[in-house]
């Protein structure tokens, strides 16, 4: 049986994912309280004997079940159309990387440094060590520095992929001979999973994503090694 836990969100790691679990909660409420009154109207509507066959209509009721959905609705829509426009927001990054999917790993390039390339296969299972999970460590992860703000250029060599991280707030796809783009701030150190969230073939759940974030200094000192 899962946990609530295992069914919530991630715990965000940035700006961006912090503000859709805002809007996934404040939406699930919406959706409660509208549940709840309609079961509480339906109830006494089949409980209740009283009639009066000289009712036809009522304009007041027809007015007010219309203008309060639109309200709903627009209560929805401002936060999420303003959420969306964040998400496609890049402003100066400081870092640029190129993440490409292949059948079935991904390659990094960090273009704006010196050369620094490399390519990111699932560890196998026998060389997987106490602290790490299954499936999901790569041979060798992403480094990214904390605090800055950081553009990710995804593309593909063969199929579609996807390129997912979910405690980020970020999923972009890899198209083959197109470059999406996508912004990432990470708010804290620490290590991030995802996985490529397309279904391309058959070692499709095998090409995960493993991101370190950690401190400017120790970004170049890693920069410096690489």
């Not at 715990?11 to 079961?39: G, K, Y």
């Not at 219309?66 to 890049?90: F, K, N, W």
């Not at 095998?206 to 400017?216: H, L, N």
């Amino acid at each position: 049986m899962a946990t609530w836990s295992q069914i919530n969100f991630q715990d965000p790691n940035s700006p961006l994912m912090e503000q859709l679990v805002f809007f996934h909660d404040n939406t699930m409420i919406i959706l409660i309280v509208i549940t709840m009154a309609i079961a509480w109207m339906m109830m006494k509507m089949l409980f209740n004997k009283n009639i009066n066959r000289f009712i036809l209509e009522n304009q007041m009721i027809e007015i007010i079940w219309t203008v309060i959905p639109a309200m709903i609705l627009l209560l929805i829509a401002l936060p999420s159309l303003r959420i969306l426009y964040m998400m496609d927001e890049i402003k100066n990054p400081t870092v640029t990387i190129k993440a490409i999917g292949h059948q079935w790993y991904w390659s990094y390039e960090y273009s704006d440094f010196k050369t620094t390339e490399f390519e990111s296969y699932m560890k196998p299972s026998n060389e997987i060590m106490e602290n790490e999970f299954r499936l999901l460590e790569t041979d060798n992860r992403i480094v990214l520095p904390m605090n800055n703000q950081i553009r990710i250029l995804v593309t593909a060599t063969d199929v579609l992929h996807s390129w997912t991280i979910p405690c980020l707030g970020i999923k972009i796809d890899a198209i083959p001979g197109r470059l999406n783009q996508g912004s990432i701030f990470i708010n804290r150190p620490g290590i991030m999973y995802g996985q490529c969230s397309e279904i391309c073939g058959a070692n499709h759940s095998f090409m995960p994503i493993t991101i370190e974030a950690v401190t400017t200094k120790q970004f170049i000192e890693w920069l410096k090694n690489n």
